[in-house]
């Protein structure tokens, strides 16, 4: 994945069928710590969401629509299927302003920047990293570290089409893109080892995506986003 522009800044778990069901899905909705994702593409000029599972072309471009309900920090940090890692955010020509309000909408990249797809195919993988307190005290944890200018290219599986998916609404989606509890961090990602291991849930609704802390927030958690392209 290219970024095109002057600067470039970036429940999957089951939920039982229960009675109260709904209302579990609107606490996780509307709980005090949470993230509300939308994947976007620019289609004949103009951004629209789409599926987080959606499959690109080469050449497409994307960007991240996020409201947080949590006033802290973000830093998000993508590996290309060439194995390159970028910085998405904060955005370099920034410097450290990173601080995320509650309620308000952050474009990554920038208003006037996209991501281009490209590289083999396979998954990007966005790391993000949210925070309610600023990751001043490096005996706790640390921000994501400036990344390597490149590295080996990830172990990646092709994109898989959902068949029910594609016959349905003529989409090519693989479900095991999107976002997900981090399962391995890289290795750059320097004091991972310090971070606080939380369980975090994923709730896909209509156009975005919502990932929640079920508990009190009281440090860093840490979960990545698998983009798809052929």
Excluded at 179 to 195: D, V
């Amino acid at each position: 994945m290219k970024y095109v522009s002057r600067t470039l800044v970036g429940v999957c778990g089951l939920l039982s069928i229960v009675p109260n069901l709904a209302a579990q899905t609107q606490q996780l909705e509307q709980g005090a710590y949470r993230l509300e994702i939308a994947l976007e593409r620019l289609e004949e000029g103009a951004w629209n969401p789409v599926d987080p599972g959606l499959v690109f072309e080469q050449g497409e471009r994307v960007r991240f629509r996020v409201k947080p309900s949590f006033g802290g920090y973000l830093y998000v940090m993508n590996q290309g299927t060439s194995g390159d890692y970028t910085t998405l955010f904060p955005r370099e020509d920034t410097g450290s302003e990173n601080r995320i309000e509650p309620g308000n909408d952050y474009l990554i990249p920038a208003t006037d920047g996209a991501f281009r797809i490209s590289g083999p195919a396979g998954h990007d993988i966005v790391y993000w990293m949210a925070t309610p307190i600023a990751v001043a005290d490096p005996s706790r944890y640390r921000p994501l570290p400036p990344p390597p200018e490149s590295g080996p290219p990830p172990k990646n599986l092709l994109p898989r089409c959902d068949d029910t998916i594609l016959r349905a609404r003529g989409d090519c989606v693989d479900t095991s893109a999107g976002p997900h509890q981090a399962e391995a961090l890289p290795e750059n990602f320097e004091g991972a080892r310090s971070l606080e291991k939380r369980q975090l849930i994923f709730v896909q609704k209509e156009g975005s995506s919502v990932v929640s802390a079920p508990r009190t927030l009281e440090g860093p958690v840490v979960f990545e986003f698998r983009l798809a392209h052929r």
